[in-house]
Every structure is written in C-alpha cells, then in structure tokens.
C-alpha cells in the first residue's frame, strides 16, 4: 500500500526511492495517475514527475476518442 504523506511535505532519501518504486509498480498494473496521486495524498503533477524520473514510459490519455470511427 502507498504511504500516504502529508501534502507539500518533502519526499527525500531512502523515502523518495520506496516512494518511485510503489508508483512505478502500481502504475505498471494499470493504476492512473490521478489515482495514485489520490492514493498517497500527493498532487497529479507529483506523481507524474515521480514516474518520468523512475524512466516509465507513460501511456496515452484514455477515454473517448472523438472522431474515431471503429473498425
């Protein structure tokens, strides 16, 4: 479970690794960045940053696809 952190708190050390890690995986599995964000009490922009300094390639935006026709 993601350690939840008061927010504006710095995240430093042996912490921010664990942290990265978590996020790292959870985001792996599927989870969203705003879930996450939610989850550990952190903002979007937080999380976001977490993953890209871990080297995650994020995925795509989801939801609907105006215009698209399906196949």
Request: avoid cysteine; proline fraction near 0%; aromatic fraction near 4%.
């Amino acid at each position: 479970m993601a350690e939840t952190l008061r927010k504006g708190s710095r995240v430093t050390g042996s912490a921010r690794e664990r942290l990265a890690g978590d996020l790292k995986k959870k985001y792996g599995q599927g989870r969203s960045i705003r879930a996450l964000a939610e989850e550990t009490g952190r903002s979007y922009g937080f999380v976001h940053r977490m993953l890209t300094e871990s080297g995650v390639t994020l995925r795509g935006r989801g939801g609907a696809t105006r215009g698209k026709v399906k196949a």
